[in-house]
């Protein structure tokens, strides 16, 4: 990266960096990401994490950890469906597996020689009894024994633990008011602690690349679902088990209250910090908040916004030039989609009433994300606008997207099928196309 990518990169995340600090986030992952021979650097970048001012509740799990140990006892791995029963040869392996990876964890996490990305980082891990399990008991005539479920966190415990700097360190087990330790499935535990907590994001480190799963495929933006779409799609995606858990899990978190979970694959290098310091990240997030992307009426705040998403079109002579203070006066024409706080498209809709008629206007859409309907959803919000508005046509004014507004059920008309007030000002230098809708 040369000195200028680098500037533009960093600026790029300083909004990030500003919404971040003091939010807490939970990040989960199993015990396959910790025998990743890359383990160390999603390690370094949890630490970067906590040094930009995130409060971070890490949740492990153990399974191939417990695997190899009860391979190594001769003792038979039991499972019936996704859950493990859990007899008291079992729960020993549980106990020495989820034990010593979290002292290795611990140890990766104290590290700060100045030779790696955490020097002088002094991180604080803290651990506690917060998770409180119960049995899952009998189901389908079979004893599950050790093997149970969170009953309720201390979720006070823990936003103590957080509000003294220190990084809360979660493993796979709980514990019930009589003192026996359950064996608990760390995207359950994960899932809870983020909804007790209101945690601003969940985010699971998974084994598999979510950008190829079939249904990031299907949708319109890939990258993003919301909780409907996520639902639809969980319920006829073809997806691997451990996948598929994954999603279910952040289903439940997103009808609990978690506002984004995110699901990123441990295998592309940086990828946590991609997905969480750029706009577009390179995982899957299943998002609640309606606000997300969504298309509102523009407010003078949207302003600046505008004007930096269609002054390209304006420099390219696609769009007649407008001042500051002509779109302050319009601005209750316009409606805009905004993307994670960015003015992403917009468009505007002048009446003319006494022709009935309005004209679709300003339509931009920013260059990262063209090609996937967002003009299109503009217009028939504009439609729907004019039609509220009593008109019975929408006309617009081109130089370049004739094709567009053709595909889109209008046709070509004169200048003498305008509005008078638009006829009189109409540039005959520009040549612009009348192209008209009949709604």
């Not at 858990?245 to 290098?269: I, M």
Request: proline share 3%; aromatic share 6%.
């Amino acid at each position: 990266m040369n000195p200028a990518e680098f500037v533009r990169a960093l600026r790029a995340a300083a909004p990030y960096v500003h919404a971040h600090v003091d939010r807490v986030f939970v990040l989960a992952f199993g015990g396959e990401i910790c025998e990743r021979e890359d383990f160390e650097h999603f390690l370094y970048d949890i630490a970067l994490l906590h040094s930009l001012g995130v409060k971070l509740v890490l949740v492990h799990g153990a399974r191939p950890q417990i695997e190899q140990r009860l391979r190594r006892q001769g003792i038979e791995s039991k499972h019936q469906g996704s859950l493990r029963i859990t007899d008291a040869d079992t729960l020993q392996c549980v106990l020495d597996a989820a034990g010593s990876l979290r002292m290795a964890i611990e140890a990766k996490l104290s590290t700060s020689l100045a030779s790696t990305p955490m020097g002088g980082a002094r991180i604080k891990v803290a651990g506690g009894n917060w998770i409180v399990a119960k049995p899952v008991g009998v189901r389908n005539g079979i004893d599950h024994l050790y093997t149970g479920e969170v009953r309720r966190v201390d979720a006070e415990s823990i936003r103590q633990v957080l509000d003294q700097g220190r990084i809360a360190l979660v493993s796979n087990t709980g514990y019930s008011p009589t003192g026996e330790i359950f064996n608990l499935r760390y995207e359950d535990i994960a899932t809870a602690v983020a909804m007790e907590l209101s945690a601003d994001k969940l985010v699971f480190l998974v084994n598999s690349n979510p950008d190829d799963w079939k249904l990031a495929a299907d949708t319109g933006d890939a990258g993003q679902l919301s909780l409907g779409e996520a639902t639809r799609l969980f319920e006829t995606a073809a997806l691997a088990d451990r996948d598929r858990a994954h999603l279910a899990a952040a289903l439940a978190a997103g009808r609990g209250g978690v506002k984004r979970t995110h699901l990123v694959g441990a295998a592309e290098e940086g990828a946590l910090l991609r997905e969480l310091y750029t706009r577009d990240g390179v995982g899957l997030m299943v998002y609640t908040d309606a606000h997300y992307e969504a298309v509102r009426e523009a407010s003078i705040e949207d302003v600046g916004g505008i004007l930096a998403l269609i002054k390209p079109l304006e420099d390219a002579g696609v769009l007649v030039p407008r001042s500051r203070e002509q779109l302050e006066l319009e601005i209750g024409q316009f409606d805009v989609m905004v993307r994670d706080g960015l003015v992403i498209a917009c468009c505007a809709l002048f009446p003319f009433p006494a022709k009935s008629m309005g004209e679709f206007s300003c339509v931009a859409v920013h260059s990262d994300y063209r090609g996937e309907g967002r003009a299109e959803a503009l217009l028939k919000r504009a439609e729907d606008t004019a039609r509220q508005q009593g008109l019975k046509q929408i006309f617009a004014l081109t130089t370049t997207t004739e094709h567009w507004f053709l595909e889109h059920g209008f046709v070509e008309g004169r200048i003498e099928d305008l509005p008078v007030q638009k006829q009189r000002i109409y540039n005959y230098r520009r040549n612009s196309i009348v192209l008209v809708k009949t709604l």
